[in-house]
């Protein structure tokens, strides 16, 4: 009896201090979420002023590394603190997150926002955790910042649970870390919201009524976002090592890149700059999408992250996604608006190796009542991705075994360009 009384007081705590973190990351990813959203609107209105400044994000993003004692480790260092592997994600990772996203986005960057909110509650969570006389505390509140970011920057608690619970390892979910997760969830949900921020929602038109021929649909379209989602993986991982390889200076390295990416931003009149909001709205609405948008986003974004700039890829994979689904639409026979709803969701699933957190997001964008058709899509997206995503997780051992795809390590290079 003692046991269990220890057993459910330990839960109990770790539920309220997950409630805790959770409070303080919706808090600070309020705060950054608000100046990003009055950065973006600056950097929209300004786009042909503020785009040649780029380079100098990139400048910054690199000193600040520089001055923070080099890199933080990233999204696979919030993985390894997650698993236990180090020893937490420093508290230097906020201001460098801060700093390098809000840089980027100012100067029109074609990256997300998501690796900043999930590294921010991840440092705070580690930190807070660590330092408390807890069993695990530390890595358990890892993962809960981890959800506590994701939930207060899209205002979509339940994906945000499910991501930070798929996410770290493939295959596994880490039972000790469902309560604080799920607290600190909704409660940087609520924080955030105090601050202002909302989710961005779309109102799907009424659904036709359930059809298995529209389900079938529904899962073609899938493997073929989940194919999009691979795509990525390989833009990511190609480009990343293609300047790491070609340009070992980090400072010449993001100079030179921010310099070639501003001038193909300007060329292409901004359609691929930002977040990537203003493409996924206008996939919605019917306008005339370009059946490379898709594409071009990614690359933007993977070559833009693989310079050296940060922020994130899941805003870039929503954009990516709506503009396939609009895309692939009428040659599937179904509404523009369910399948920019499907592409949204799928790719994002894809592209991260997650499963139930890209059907939860749907819902949560895009209504409930696409449940069956998201399910159906999401699915068919995690089997087609063939064991890849722009992130470096573990694959547990008894994981379900389904076909994998390994990926070259990088395009070939003759020879370092400098």
């Given at each position: 009896?003692?046991?269990?009384?220890?057993?459910?007081?330990?839960?109990?705590?770790?539920?309220?201090?997950?409630?805790?973190?959770?409070?303080?990351?919706?808090?600070?990813?309020?705060?950054?979420?608000?100046?990003?959203?009055?950065?973006?609107?600056?950097?929209?209105?300004?786009?042909?002023?503020?785009?040649?400044?780029?380079?100098?994000?990139?400048?910054?993003?690199?000193?600040?590394?520089?001055?923070?004692?080099?890199?933080?480790?990233?999204?696979?260092?919030?993985?390894?603190?997650?698993r236990g592997e180090s020893n937490g994600v420093p508290l230097r990772a906020v201001?460098?997150?801060?700093?390098?996203?809000?840089?980027?986005?100012?100067?029109?960057?074609?990256?997300?926002?998501?690796?900043?909110?999930?590294?921010?509650?991840?440092?705070?969570?580690?930190?807070?955790?660590?330092?408390?006389?807890?069993?695990?505390?530390?890595?358990?509140?890892?993962?809960?910042?981890?959800?506590?970011?994701?939930?207060?920057?899209?205002?979509?608690?339940?994906?945000?649970?499910?991501?930070?619970?798929?996410?770290?390892?493939?295959?596994?979910?880490?039972?000790?870390?469902?309560?604080?997760?799920?607290?600190?969830?909704?409660?940087?949900?609520?924080?955030?919201?105090?601050?202002?921020?909302?989710?961005?929602?779309?109102?799907?038109?009424?659904?036709?009524?359930?059809?298995?021929?529209?389900?079938?649909?529904?899962?073609?379209?899938?493997?073929?976002?989940?194919?999009?989602?691979?795509?990525?993986?390989?833009?990511?991982?190609?480009?990343?090592?293609?300047?790491?390889?070609?340009?070992?200076?980090?400072?010449?390295?993001?100079?030179?890149?921010?310099?070639?990416?501003?001038?193909?931003?300007?060329?292409?009149?901004?359609?691929?700059?930002?977040?990537?909001?203003?493409?996924?709205?206008?996939?919605?609405?019917?306008?005339?999408?370009?059946?490379?948008?898709?594409?071009?986003?990614?690359?933007?974004?993977?070559?833009?992250?693989?310079?050296?700039?940060?922020?994130?890829?899941?805003?870039?994979?929503?954009?990516?996604?709506?503009?396939?689904?609009?895309?692939?639409?009428?040659?599937?026979?179904?509404?523009?608006?369910?399948?920019?709803?499907?592409?949204?969701?799928?790719?994002?699933?894809?592209?991260?190796?997650?499963?139930?957190?890209?059907?939860?997001?749907?819902?949560?964008v895009f209504g409930f009542a696409a449940a069956p058709y998201l399910a159906a899509a999401c699915l068919a997206a995690y089997?087609?991705?063939?064991?890849?995503?722009?992130?470096?997780?573990?694959?547990?051992?008894?994981?379900?075994?389904?076909?994998?795809?390994?990926?070259?390590?990088?395009?070939?290079?003759?020879?370092?360009?400098?």
């Amino acid at each position: 009896m003692k046991t269990a009384w220890r057993v459910a007081l330990y839960h109990l705590a770790l539920t309220a201090l997950g409630a805790a973190v959770g409070s303080a990351a919706g808090v600070v990813c309020g705060i950054f979420g608000a100046g990003l959203q009055a950065i973006t609107a600056d950097a929209g209105e300004n786009f042909a002023f503020n785009v040649w400044f780029l380079p100098l994000a990139g400048l910054l993003t690199a000193a600040v590394f520089r001055i923070g004692g080099g890199k933080t480790g990233g999204m696979a260092g919030v993985f390894r603190a997650a698993r236990g592997e180090s020893n937490g994600v420093p508290l230097r990772a906020v201001g460098i997150q801060f700093a390098g996203t809000w840089s980027a986005h100012l100067f029109c960057a074609s990256v997300g926002r998501e690796g900043a909110a999930i590294q921010i509650g991840a440092a705070l969570g580690s930190n807070i955790g660590g330092n408390l006389p807890l069993r695990d505390a530390g890595r358990l509140m890892t993962v809960a910042g981890m959800a506590a970011g994701f939930s207060a920057l899209f205002m979509t608690p339940l994906a945000a649970f499910f991501f930070a619970m798929e996410v770290t390892f493939v295959g596994k979910l880490d039972g000790k870390a469902l309560l604080p997760s799920l607290a600190a969830s909704f409660a940087a949900y609520f924080a955030a919201g105090r601050l202002g921020l909302e989710a961005h929602t779309f109102i799907l038109p009424v659904l036709p009524s359930f059809r298995w021929t529209l389900l079938a649909k529904t899962f073609a379209l899938g493997a073929i976002f989940g194919l999009a989602g691979l795509f990525f993986a390989f833009a990511s991982r190609a480009l990343r090592r293609f300047f790491h390889v070609a340009v070992k200076n980090p400072f010449v390295r993001v100079l030179a890149a921010g310099v070639m990416l501003s001038c193909l931003l300007y060329l292409t009149g901004g359609r691929y700059a930002g977040l990537g909001t203003d493409l996924a709205e206008a996939a919605f609405a019917g306008e005339n999408m370009r059946a490379y948008d898709w594409a071009v986003k990614i690359l933007f974004t993977a070559a833009t992250l693989g310079a050296g700039f940060i922020g994130g890829e899941v805003t870039t994979m929503f954009a990516a996604g709506a503009a396939l689904g609009a895309v692939l639409a009428e040659p599937f026979g179904i509404s523009v608006q369910l399948a920019v709803c499907l592409g949204y969701a799928a790719v994002f699933g894809a592209s991260t190796g997650t499963l139930l957190a890209p059907v939860f997001l749907g819902g949560e964008v895009f209504g409930f009542a696409a449940a069956p058709y998201l399910a159906a899509a999401c699915l068919a997206a995690y089997i087609f991705r063939f064991g890849q995503s722009v992130y470096g997780q573990r694959i547990f051992p008894r994981a379900l075994h389904l076909p994998r795809l390994r990926i070259p390590r990088a395009l070939p290079l003759p020879q370092r360009l400098y």
